[in-house]
């Protein structure tokens, strides 16, 4: 007998061989469509027949060990999830787990990343695999939060690689031919119409707002790839161009009729029907979660019945289309039916799956079918309507980053004399001299007690445009003193308009002080709803959706296609740009598009993302970071002895004072972060995802700006750690600051007006006598109309819900998101710091010598407390724009 096949040598062979193999255990955990949804169980049921045929969800670990020619980790034996067919689908959008198990052996090395590989028909998303007791490694973890499409759907199994981090350069050779293929998956190749299921992340300009297949009055600017009209880019749908048979030359004859130079661009995009909105294309992994969508869908449905009931009510009131008196707006808050509350209903809540419809039927005490009481209003129903109130939410509303020190007098406009005339300031001296507690106006303005909110420049070249709509306001400017007890206090307010023969002939302006009773004490009121309503309108189209959402959608699509998972920035960015491209999506279908509801309730009306574009023009990125916005504002100036490097020139400025606590958080993490990876210049320099992601960012993402100076060059860590930080900066905490406070400052539309449908009567005219006579009336006849209101309403109401599977700063969807002790440290220690900023704030806002932060409506600033519960809170700093 051959020695080599004798039963001895044979044994030994065989114990050798069990001593070098063994299982690898492993847990998946994932969730399947919820069986809720229309074709849920179907689905289910397919899933079921195609295990018992053994069409099954395969993966197969990859290692370090290398095949000799291709350089890639070899894949290992396939191994199967276990116990699909006897696994109930929870009835929730909830997960799921299943046990999986690798055959393992010694040469095969650390397990980088596995493949998978579903042949069932239906898709399900993977959030996590993990490995127990893996040979010399111990536990492994793979953070892989995707949907998985069936197979056929796929060139090549989706891989998922293990939470290590790598740079480019240290990329195990085995895994870097996946690294790179997995990026060029999410590149695509530029071309065709996407899918569902698709992974592709491409840029696009706005050329799908507009929907000219409807006719001329839904024609719309292409904003981006122009000098007229830049904007930052947006995500590719690949939907095909509009289909409209209307002429050229009707287009051109329209535009040249309505005073524009906008010529209809044949490159416009063909848009989806409105019932489709949801399905709006974004790739796959940045739609809402199950849950996510449930709460959205459920809060728009409770906003409908909300906005339909007074309609209904309306049909039955003298004036439908008016409210008569503050008392009939109130209606819409009080009175409404509250949903009893009790042991019994509890279980019943908590026994239904569909968060949709806990929505509906929650007794929390907030009304289902009526709105919430917003906070303004709260403690008094008629502080909003103070002067100091009125200044207070320049530092303390919802759009506290427009106020700017007034550094000459009287203000001066940076419109083209040539196209615009005379635009500077007709208030003098004279007007508010009396007002300025014994200073001269020179020597106010020398001990920085002058301030200006400034909406002129910004409006007048559309104001004359705007105006031959049903929107009929005027260019304001508001001067205020800061006042020794740290309060601002209006001074005066100018009304402009366009001169009426031409623009080159400047502007009509009227002055208005401040004044308690008869007319003149109406017409103040009046003013003050002016600036409410042009800063209402600046707040919502510049500095909330082009200032936070548009431009932060380019910087996601180039992380995604440029920075792999397995890159120290990506995982330090990928959780501030949860939800963003999926909410930006459905605003260009629903909000900001012809028609949308933007238009109908903001008073630009149909030239609102045209007047966007304008603004952007003068966007500048580094100027984006809280300091420097303040420093340009001049509300503050440069001081190396301060905590934050400035010094407020508003001492009791809360969304400057909790702003740069946030601020400076956010910096710290990111230099602790960065330094982990980069511990030279030379690093950045050299690493080649990080420098195509940059190029990437300025010449396609924010291509219309690519040749600016201002950019940052990328070459060190410094410059990394800024870009970084104003990244993470306007995502969370300066969106927060933006849109959370929309309901509890301006779900009462007579504070926070958003249209203006008259201009102030000339004397001797009914309607200035209706002043005289009834001026709460006139008020309201002015401002929004009922229905315009009840519309704004439910939109800022569903706009400022947080839902019920938000993340917020300094949290993370996985505690296990990068394998790095250091890094971990350092993200605990700025959850700890964030704690400890929230405790501050709220000892700040009990502290009665800080009057800006509560002020007459007794209203606390909470809109940058990092935490927050579920719903209609007013405070909660979420890791991204998610809503």
């Given amino acids: 007998m051959d020695e080599q096949h004798s039963p001895s040598k044979k044994k030994k062979y065989e114990e050798k061989n069990e001593e070098s193999s063994s299982k690898i255990k492993g847990v998946v955990v994932l969730m399947k469509n919820n ?3 229309l074709n849920g169980v179907a689905e289910s049921i397919v899933d079921l027949f195609d295990e018992i045929r053994g069409r099954k969800v395969a993966l197969r670990l990859i290692t370090t060990d290398t095949a000799a020619e291709s350089k890639r980790g070899k894949p290992g034996k396939q191994a199967h999830l276990e116990d699909w067919v006897t696994k109930v689908t929870p009835l929730t959008a909830g997960p799921a787990t299943y046990n999986v198990t690798f055959d393992w052996t010694e040469e095969m090395g650390f397990p980088g990343a596995f493949t998978i590989t579903n042949l069932h028909h239906n898709e399900f998303y993977l959030k996590t695999l993990t490995l127990e007791n893996v040979p010399g490694h111990g536990r492994v973890h793979f953070v892989c939060n995707s949907w998985v499409y069936p197979d056929e759907y796929y060139e090549r199994p989706r891989t998922f690689f293990a939470n290590q981090t790598y740079l480019p350069s240290q990329t195990p ?3 870097r031919a996946y690294r790179e293929e997995e990026l060029e998956n999410l590149r695509g190749n530029g071309t065709g119409k996407l899918e569902e299921w698709d992974r592709v992340y491409d840029y696009d300009i706005y050329n799908d707002l507009g929907d000219q297949d409807k006719g001329l009055e839904y024609v719309r600017p292409i904003l981006g790839g122009s000098i007229e009209y830049p904007y930052p880019r947006r995500g590719r749908t690949g939907r095909p161009p509009a289909s409209s048979d209307l002429s050229v030359q009707f287009y051109e004859r329209f535009w040249f009729e309505s005073r524009t130079t906008v010529p209809v661009h044949p490159k416009s995009e063909s848009r989806i029907p409105l019932y489709q909105s949801l399905s709006i294309y974004v790739p796959r992994d940045e739609r809402f979660s199950q849950m ?7 809060y728009a449905l409770k906003s409908i019945f909300q906005f339909l009931a007074p309609e209904f009510e309306a049909l039955f009131d003298k004036t439908p289309t008016e409210f008569d008196s503050f008392e009939d707006v109130l209606k819409l808050y009080e009175g409404g039916i509250e949903v009893p509350n009790g042991s019994l209903l509890e279980k019943i ?16 005490g907030e009304k289902s079918f009526k709105f919430p009481l917003p906070q303004v209003i709260k403690e008094d129903k008629t502080a909003w309507r103070s002067d100091e109130e009125f200044a207070r939410e320049m530092l303390a509303g919802i759009n506290p980053v427009t106020i700017r020190r007034l550094q000459e007098f009287p203000p001066a406009s940076k419109l083209d004399p040539k196209l615009y005339g005379k635009q500077s300031s007709t208030i003098t001296e004279d007007h508010i001299i009396n007002s300025l507690e014994g200073l001269t106006i020179t020597e106010a303005i ?41 309060t601002l206090k209006p001074l005066a307010i100018e009304l402009s308009l366009p001169h009426p023969d031409e623009d080159r002939h400047g502007a009509i302006s009227s002055v208005h002080t401040p004044a308690e009773e008869g007319v003149e004490g109406s017409v103040w009121q009046l003013a003050k709803a002016y600036v409410a309503v042009n800063d209402s309108g600046y707040h919502q189209i510049m500095s909330h959706w082009l200032h936070t959402h548009a431009v932060i959608e380019p910087f996601i699509i180039a992380t995604n296609r440029q920075l792999s998972v397995l890159h120290p920035i990506h995982k330090l960015l990928q959780p501030h740009f949860r939800d963003t491209m999926n909410i930006n999506a459905l605003g260009r279908q629903t909000l900001i598009n012809a028609g949308g509801f933007l238009e109908i309730t903001v008073f630009p009306g149909k030239y609102s993302l045209e007047m966007s574009s304008s603004i952007y023009k003068n966007w500048v990125f580094p100027e984006q970071a809280l300091p420097e916005d303040l420093i340009k504002r001049g509300v503050a100036i440069e001081d190396s002895s ?9 001492d009791d400025y809360p969304f400057a004072v909790d702003g740069l606590e946030i601020w400076a958080a956010i910096k710290a993490w990111v230099e602790n972060y960065c330094n982990i990876y980069y511990k030279t210049d030379d690093v950045v320099q050299t690493d080649v995802e990080l420098q195509s992601w940059w190029e990437e960012v300025r010449d396609k993402g924010h291509a219309d700006k690519k040749h600016e100076p201002w950019w940052p060059k990328m070459q060190t860590r410094k410059e990394l750690i800024h870009s970084c930080t104003i990244i993470i900066w306007v995502s969370s905490a300066l969106h927060a600051a933006l849109n959370y406070g929309q309901y509890p400052y301006g779900g009462y539309l007579p504070n926070r007006p958003s249209t203006s449908r008259r201009l102030i009567p000339e004397m001797g005219t009914p309607e200035y006598q209706e002043i005289v006579s009834n001026p709460d009336k006139a008020y309201l006849k002015t401002i929004t109309s009922q229905l315009q209101s009840v519309l704004g309403i439910s939109l800022v109401e569903i706009l400022s819900r947080h839902s019920s599977d938000e993340i917020y700063l300094g949290q993370r969807n996985d505690p296990e998101w990068t394998k790095d002790d250091e890094a971990l440290k350092a993200f605990e220690m700025f959850g700890k710091r964030l704690s400890e900023i929230e405790k501050s704030i709220i000892d700040m806002n009990k502290d009665g010598r800080w009057r800006n932060r509560y002020g007459p409506v007794n209203m606390p600033y909470t809109l940058l407390y990092p935490s927050s519960d579920i719903g209609l809170t007013g405070r909660g700093i979420p890791n991204s724009i998610s809503i």
Avoid at 642 to 650: A, M, Y
């Fill in 35 to 37: 069986l809720l949804q």
């Fill in 173 to 175: 050779a085995s895994l």
């Fill in 292 to 298: 996510k969508m449930s709460d959205f869908v459920a």
């Fill in 349 to 364: 809540r908590k026994s239904i799956p569909f968060e949709m419809i806990k929505e509906l039927l929650r007794s929390d």
């Fill in 446 to 486: 020398e001990k920085n007690k002058i301030f200006i909110l400034d909406h002129h420049d910004s409006l007048m070249p559309y104001l004359r445009r705007i105006n031959t709509t049903a929107t009929k306001t005027y260019a304001t400017r508001t001067i205020l003193l800061l006042k020794r007890d740290g």
């Fill in 642 to 650: 301060s905590p934050h490097g400035v010094r407020l020139l508003i």
